[in-house]
């Protein structure tokens, strides 16, 4: 996997990256969504069976430490790749919705917190009042994502933080621009709410050579995309926080949290190829993926050699 080629910061690091990111990738399939908790499960030995010696000794702020000094471009990088393979295995041929490959952009808080302790500079801050009068102070982080809608799999192709000061029109631009530079014609139409649906939008959306979701005519084909923009909230974002901890607040560097992020869309996205792409369809009729999951856990829980390296 092109985890292992990530290299980060630190001098002559004692615990190396790679090392790390086999830990969390893990960790992520199992559902083990916090720092502490993987670093007490490595003290007790729960991971030992499938990670042999790779995660002694890592402690929760070295996780965190070693993130923050990584680059979150080769995290997208190794994203685009997982997208790219799916188009040249012609996962999307004949589209994905009535022969149109179909993109939904949307956006999606991650986290909040009214602890400044556990925010950072790029944070985004509301203010409210409250029917004491008193002022509360929330820290929060938004993203706004792309994803494929319709035919499986809702792979996601990207994501922008929402800065401070920042609004959710200028985040999209820059997701729109980031993926045409990265995914040359990934999509022949980009569907999107009422939010997003103003002129500089749908001014670059049509300078991309590509057609806002507004000026489709059939009827019927106008309906299911419109329908099916929900995929992205139902499906994408939905799976990436229930089962792969993406509304988790790992560590509140903002390079750490962006790279948390990256990895559950990775691993998101692994997991739909394979479940769609390579599994038969008599496996599919009896197993839904949500089973799979479940059958991915007891695995890395009963194996009796190394997973990652079992030679």
Known sequence: MQLITISDGRVNPSI???????????????????????????REGYFNKFLGSAGFGISADTFGYALARTTLREFREINDSVIKKAHYGKVYQGGTIDGFKVTALDGSEVFRTKHKSWSCEKCRITETTKEDGTKETQYHEDIVGACYVGRHPNLVLGLERINRGEGEISTAMRLLK??????NRYTDIITLDSLYAKAPIINEIIAQNMIAVIRVKPTETLWRILHRRWDI???????????????????????????????????????????HRRLPASFKR??????????????FWSVSKELWDPG
């Open 16 to 42: 190396p990256l790679p090392t790390i990111l086999k830990v969390l990738f893990s960790a992520m399939a199992l559902k083990v969504h916090s720092f502490n908790l993987v670093e007490s499960y490595l």
């Open 178 to 183: 980031e993926l045409n530079r990265r995914h």
């Open 233 to 275: 909230e139902n499906k994408a974002f939905h799976d990436l926080k229930k089962f792969w901890g993406f509304g988790h607040n790992y560590h509140h560097d903002p390079t750490a949290f962006m790279v948390m992020l990256y990895l559950a869309v990775i691993a998101m996205n692994l997991t739909f190829l394979f479940y």
């Open 286 to 299: 009896q197993n839904s993926l949500l089973l799979l999951r479940e059958m991915i856990k007891i695995t």
